[in-house]
């Protein structure tokens, strides 16, 4: 199998910088098996000396203390290595963990939008964190497990070739038990972890939707939703678990029974006289500890399936197509946009944008208007690098923006949506992310400038109130004011303003269209508004629907020669009227 195919390779891969960590975590389990066979011979001696009448306290002290030893060394060594394969794993965790963040930089938005948040959470959060386990004590368990019965097998095989054949009858047997139980396995395993993802990604859906749920008293239907998916994942496991309980009862009784054929070969060659007592009872001990090791290792065939399958859509991601950017800056000396016969479309999806031609100057305001889905946010997200353009180019300063550093490009956009997030932090550090490093009055002033700075006083510790999760604790329109802070302080000289006051009511918008007019001067501003009241003044207003251009220019040109602009603008005149 293609390494890159091959998810335990891509494992390797992602765990290469701690190799070292687990080859010693190996390392100490093995010699953890050797000295956990010291009690299997100290035990077999003591017996043996018993059957020959040693009497000397001493003698058994002695061998008493050797198995002690090799308990001990058994228990000091399995610690170690699982104290070291944890740091290791830990460590491979967390880079796997910002090897995913930085993914997600690098890809289009339209991977981000047609992936459901859930999925992406379960994949970050939960997939990488069940990754623990099985990464921590696979490595150095499964080696020992394995390393037991090959020692003790190679023991036996010294003592009598024969006794080591009759320890391992058992084993084939139980191995056709395993294998009816394994029977279809992968596809089994794949349709649990289908439901597992579907009852995750129904869950978060359920606690994320809870307010509309319960305003639109949806509360039965939506809890069926996700009962229905907790019940069909517990009914698959349990109906797939009572399809193998036959064999899964007949492989642990089978393959333990080694006794059943030790103790009579044993007898048949002891009475023949090809077999000492000494030997026998040796014997005897170690296939006592044969099968025990192989039963746990067993038990790491769900793991290894499991990892499998972790591993599969953690490269999922990890491989996804990736924003073709250089890394080398380039010279840009002017905030000049131009979009050159730009088509655009998701993949398989039909045309959103279709040959469009637009030049928007430096230190000009330009606004986008028209019906809902036609293109406005497209436009916006493509100039701010989200995604590449299907076809024609988007130039910076003459520049395709596809041969600018993601990073630049980003230094040189102040973006605004509608929907701005707001981290889980403090006010004062929620505007400081648009530069990390401003000061305190930096961050003070870019609020006065955005009229927000005596409302943030206002809450329960100033600036140094803790937003919540998504900036739950605030309402729409004061997220949205601490968000045009933080572009404010950015200070990029392209503003994007992606119907950036929808939720923020009259008196509020008109404090902040006038902070915004002396915020916005000397830079290249595009705006998406729903009022277009805000954006009469602008120096272009470009008319969009079904993806094309309608027409463009001021104001008052497009009164008198846009049909369409002049139906939204008697429309928003109305509304106004009867507000």
């Not at 009962?227 to 009784?253: F, G, P, R």
């Not at 503003?495 to 006038?514: F, G, P, R, S, W």
């Amino acid at each position: 199998m293609d390494k890159k195919d091959n998810p335990m390779s891509r494992l390797m891969e992602l765990a290469a910088p701690y190799k070292g960590e687990y080859v010693l975590s190996v390392i100490l389990a093995i010699l953890g098996v050797a000295a956990g066979l010291l009690p299997f011979f100290a035990v077999s001696k003591i017996v043996i000396l018993l059957m020959d009448g040693e009497t000397s306290v001493s003698v058994y002290m002695e061998w008493c203390l050797i198995a002690g030893i090799g308990f001990l060394g058994k228990v000091c060594f399995a610690n170690f290595s699982t104290l070291v394969s944890h740091t290791a794993t830990f460590a491979t965790l967390a880079e796997i963990r910002l090897k995913l963040a930085d993914k997600l930089t690098r890809v289009p938005m339209g991977y981000m939008i047609n992936t459901p948040s859930g999925e992406l959470k379960n994949v970050l959060v939960d997939r990488v964190e069940g990754m623990e386990t099985t990464l921590a004590h696979l490595v150095p368990e499964l080696t020992a497990n394995l390393c037991i019965p090959i020692c003790i097998l190679i023991c036996l095989l010294f003592l009598d070739w024969r006794m080591a054949l009759a320890a391992l009858i058992t084993l084939p047997i139980g191995m056709l038990c395993y294998k009816g139980m394994a029977n279809g396995y992968e596809e089994k395993f794949q349709g649990l972890i289908m439901r597992v993802r579907k009852m995750t990604s129904t869950v978060v859906e359920y606690i994320g939707g809870i307010e509309v749920i319960k305003a639109f008293n949806q509360s039965a239907n939506s809890y069926q939703k996700y009962s229905d998916a907790v019940e069909d994942n517990a009914a698959y496991a349990v109906n797939w678990m009572k399809s193998v309980q036959l064999y899964k009862s007949m492989l642990v009784t089978i393959w333990p029974s080694v006794l059943v054929c030790v103790l009579p070969i044993g007898c048949v060659l002891y009475r023949n006289g090809s077999l000492s007592v000494p030997a026998f009872v040796t014997c005897i001990v170690l296939s006592l500890g044969i099968i025990t090791p192989i039963l746990n290792a067993m038990n790491f065939t769900d793991s290894i399936s499991q990892m499998k399958s972790v591993v599969g859509e953690l490269c999922a991601v990890l491989d996804e197509k990736e924003l073709d950017r250089p890394e080398t800056p380039v010279s840009i000396h002017s905030s000049n946009i131009v979009l050159e016969n730009v088509s655009f479309s998701y993949e398989s999806e039909k045309p959103l944008l279709k040959n469009i031609n637009l030049s928007i100057p430096e230190n000009s305001i330009t606004a986008f208007v028209g019906p809902s889905g036609g293109g406005k946010s497209t436009i916006t997200k493509l100039i701010a690098g989200f995604w590449d353009v299907t076809n024609g180019t988007v130039k910076l300063d003459g520049t395709d923006i596809r041969k600018i550093p993601l990073s630049q490009l980003m230094d040189n956009i102040a973006y605004i949506s509608q929907d701005n997030y707001l981290f889980d932090e403090t006010v004062l550090e929620n505007i400081r992310m648009g530069k990390p490093s401003a000061t305190d009055e930096e961050v003070y002033q870019a609020a006065r400038d955005c009229g927000c700075y005596d409302f943030i006083l206002n809450l329960e510790n100033g600036f140094h109130t803790v937003v919540g999760g998504a900036g739950g604790h605030l309402s729409g329109g004061e997220r949205q004011r601490i968000a045009i802070a933080r572009a404010v302080l950015k200070n990029a000289p392209i503003v994007i303003l992606d119907e950036a006051t929808a939720y923020i009511d009259a008196e509020n918008e008109a404090l902040i269209q006038e902070a915004m007019a002396k915020v916005i001067a000397g830079k290249t501003v595009l705006m998406i508004a729903h009022r277009l009241s805000t954006i009469t003044d602008a120096d272009k207003i470009v008319v969009i629907k079904d993806g094309q251009i309608i027409d463009e220019g001021t104001h008052e040109n497009l009164l008198t020669s846009c049909t369409l602009y002049q139906e939204m603008w008697k429309a928003h005149m109305d509304t106004k009227d009867v507000a």
